[in-house]
């Protein structure tokens, strides 16, 4: 995620309207700042893909850990990056291809 944090946590708590996010690790030092999170929800709301389709409503539950690192600068979130595993969450949708036999 780069500068559209708030676009694309609203896209997902649309797709998952009963999720959490918990910040597990925090650590700052100096004007950098670095999270790592739990995210868990279920899936009732269409969900954005990266190629703009919508993923319908699966109806499964979603956990998966992720890590944002953030530079302020006069005050400001000046870097934002946001790291997480999207074949997780893709695997967990049920959404992964079967695998050739």
Do not use: C
Request: aromatic share 6%; no cysteine.
């Amino acid at each position: 995620m780069r500068s559209a944090q708030p676009i694309a946590w609203s896209r997902d708590k649309a797709a998952f309207p009963d999720s959490t996010v918990t910040v597990d690790v925090i650590v700052e030092q100096g004007e950098t700042i670095a999270a790592e999170w739990t995210f868990i929800g279920t899936h009732t709301g269409p969900l954005v893909m990266p190629d703009g389709t919508e993923l319908p409503p699966t109806g499964k539950r979603v956990e998966l850990t992720g890590m944002e690192l953030v530079q302020v600068r006069d005050g400001k979130a000046a870097v934002h990056h946001a790291y997480w595993d999207n074949m997780a969450v893709a695997g967990q949708l049920g959404v992964l291809p079967e695998p050739a036999t």
